[in-house]
């Protein structure tokens, strides 16, 4: 008894003597499993896409899978949702997309404030929209485009992806900002909008930059301007909406967010490897492939993004009197 009891103190003893270990220590084996990512819109489309590449580079980067998983609906409502109710330990990540900025004013009921739930973790890419028209729409510039509508207020259809999405906002702020009336036609996502633009069902689209160049270099649709407050390597000879309507600015833009209470340090560490990507060359390849700039900055200046986002968007929603249906 007595040498088990001496065995114990100098057991104890060699526990006492050991550093403390601190809080921020632990997320060293984060993770430790899968980390599922979730999309709020389908497999295939600009979100999808920059998460699955986002999520590769932390499976290679941290040593376990980074498993996308898309749950489409609401304009990614559904899968805010459910990241809102999932456990905050860093295994449940949120695909964020200009819905996040959106959907507070578009939406009369939500189960969920997205700033006030969701933890902004890192901002990936921003990327611009194209202002595009058909072909047989006879105007080749803005100012054509602006005095045609206003001649003809009943011949000027927007397509777009849907009520709600980047490119019908993009369409409804140039409409709020330089007085051109236009009919908005809402598809179920940017390609059917773009075929019938192609068609001439539609007569104009702000539709993201990946998924129209290839038909603007193919001379199937017609480029008048962009969307950035700058014009862009991939369409060099393309001017800016701002240009011509002075102040115009419209994006889509990408990142990651996790539950509210996820720890610090794993949020952190998220940020970093995020961060790092943007300095791979490979990844910079990549990324520039999308026509976008890259989002690299701290959680917080990911959170000043939406915060500005929703006070922009919130206003052109409201002015528009635009309702989700």
Not at 146 to 173: D, Q, T, V
């Amino acid at each position: 008894m007595i040498n088990s009891r001496r065995r114990f103190l100098r057991l104890a003893a060699g526990v006492a003597a050991l550093p403390a270990i601190s809080s921020s220590a632990w997320p060293q084996a984060y993770p430790s499993r899968p980390v599922k990512i979730i999309v709020g819109l389908a497999a295939g489309g600009a979100t999808d896409i920059v998460a699955r590449l986002i999520g590769q580079w932390l499976s290679d980067r941290l040593g376990q899978q980074f498993v996308v998983e898309n749950r489409p609906g609401a304009n990614g409502n559904i899968a805010t949702e459910a990241a809102v109710n999932a456990s905050a330990d860093g295994y449940t990540l949120l695909a964020v997309s200009p819905g996040a900025a959106i959907n507070g004013a578009l939406y009369d009921k939500l189960n969920f404030e997205f700033l006030r739930d969701i933890a902004p973790v890192a901002g990936i890419l921003r990327v611009a929209n194209v202002m595009a028209v058909s072909l047989s729409l006879p105007v080749k510039t803005v100012p054509e485009f602006i005095a045609y509508a206003k001649a003809n207020p009943n011949k000027i259809n927007m397509g777009s992806a849907g009520i709600g999405s980047s490119n019908h906002l993009s369409g409804e702020l140039f409409k709020l900002m330089s007085g051109a009336p236009m009919q908005h036609v809402p598809y179920r996502g940017a390609a059917p909008a773009l075929t019938d633009l192609i068609g001439g069902q539609v007569q104009v689209v702000f539709s993201a930059v990946p998924s129209t160049v290839e038909y603007i270099k193919a001379g199937k649709v017609r480029a008048l301007a962009v969307t950035s407050t700058s014009r862009l390597e991939a369409l060099p000879d393309v001017p800016t909406v701002a240009e011509f309507v002075p102040g115009y600015e419209a994006s889509n833009w990408w990142g990651i967010a996790a539950p509210k209470a996820t720890p610090a340090d794993i949020v952190n560490k998220l940020n970093q490897e995020i961060n790092a990507a943007f300095a791979d060359p490979k990844m910079k390849v990549r990324l520039s492939e999308l026509g976008g700039d890259v989002l690299a900055g701290s959680p917080a200046s990911f959170e000043k993004l939406i915060a500005d986002e929703t006070d922009k968007w919130g206003k052109v929603i409201r002015t528009a009197n635009i309702k989700a249906n």
